[in-house]
């Protein structure tokens, strides 16, 4: 367990994610920009779907920074331990939303509540992307977030189903997407053997 940790540099790496998600979170608040959009030209989005993203990079760093000699061995519960890590994350992402919204009235526990959901999405994408490009997977988030820009709302700011992220924190269809896609980036990462190729941390 210890080298592990020290492998994949989470106690230096998360903890900052973690405080530059919450500064991120209590100056964005509920603000919104006006972003092109390919069918209505131009389109208010929320900045909170934005705010996950450093720390979906901080969790790709640390999952790819590994010790390929001790891993190699089939006694190590490496990639249980990697899924705690990534459902610690979530959870630690959630507590922090739950914690600055009750806090903060305009984001509200709804807006946290949405947050929270979306974190747990674009991290199970990031991880079911990972499983077949490796960690070029961090641009996978990116790509999602883009494609809801462009791409994911109708007339009158009203957003397709299938976009999850801008959808109010109540939706049951983006609750279960986001469940869902967690389940299935655990999925992907309990089952995938680590890229050999892996330079060693």
């Known amino acids: 367990m210890r ?3 020290r492998a994949r540099r989470a106690p230096a790496v998360l903890p900052a994610a973690l405080l530059l998600f919450t500064v991120l979170l209590a100056v964005v608040q509920n603000g919104t920009a006006a972003l092109p959009s390919a069918f209505t030209g131009t389109q208010q989005v929320a900045l909170l779907m934005f705010v ?6 901080a969790l790709m760093l640390c999952l790819e920074s590994r010790l390929a000699a001790q891993e190699a061995t089939g006694i190590r519960p490496v990639r249980f331990l990697d899924a705690a890590l990534a459902v610690a994350t979530v959870a630690a992402c959630a507590a922090l939303a739950l914690a600055v919204g009750t806090l903060i009235g305009s984001i509200g526990l709804s807006g946290a509540g949405a947050l929270a959901r979306n974190t747990a999405f674009l991290t199970g994408l990031m991880l079911a992307v990972r499983a077949v490009v490796g960690q070029t997977a961090i641009m996978a988030p990116v790509g999602w977030l883009l494609a809801v820009m462009f791409v994911g709302f109708r007339a009158g700011n009203d957003p397709y189903p299938w976009t999850v992220l801008p959808e109010p924190a109540d939706a049951p269809h983006a609750a279960l997407g986001a469940v869902l896609m967690l389940a299935a980036g655990l ?3 309990l089952l995938t053997p680590p890229n050999p190729r892996t330079a060693e941390a």
Not at 52 to 57: C, F, I, Q, R, W
């Open 52 to 57: 996950p993203v450093p720390v979906l990079a």
């Open 3 to 5: 080298w592990w940790f």
């Open 187 to 189: 999925a992907a990462l």
